[in-house]
């Protein structure tokens, strides 16, 4: 079992940065990749970035060169910060975390054991 528990949501205007972080307890094994999803209304989920400790992560190709994740393995926490914010990043955001997967699994949330309640990010032009 893991709790996940997510912080640093905002409202913000085009340019800022946010910085989130997910703090996992519980099941190490169950924590080895970190990942971030967003979800517009009405969407389905999308893959946002992936961290799997010592391996190569993921970033999504869109937000590559705007968006980073990092990781402090001795907090077991995920961050995702997140700058030159635009209208379009608009979302709710959430953290997931699995068992080691390879590198072409960590995009399919269906691969995620255990999610954040979210939190929202809002960018107003």
């Known amino acids: 079992q893991v709790r996940l528990q997510e912080s640093g949501g905002g409202l913000v205007q085009t340019g800022d940065s946010l910085k989130l972080a997910c703090a996992a307890s519980?099941?190490?094994?169950?924590?080895?990749?970190m990942a971030w999803f967003r979800q517009f209304p009405g969407k389905e989920r999308e893959f946002v970035a992936a961290d799997r400790r010592r391996e190569s992560g993921r970033m999504k190709d869109s937000v590559r060169g705007r968006f980073t994740i990092s990781r402090d393995n001795a907090k077991n926490t995920a961050y995702l910060q997140m700058n030159n914010l635009k209208p379009e990043d608009t979302a709710t955001y959430y953290c997931?975390?699995?068992?080691?997967?390879?590198?072409?699994?960590?995009?399919?949330?269906?691969?995620?054991?255990?999610w954040g309640q979210g939190s929202q990010v809002t960018v107003s032009s």
């Open positions: 519980g099941d190490a094994f169950n924590s080895v990749t």
């Open positions: 997931a975390t699995a068992p080691r997967l390879i590198w072409s699994e960590l995009d399919n949330p269906s691969r995620y054991n255990y």
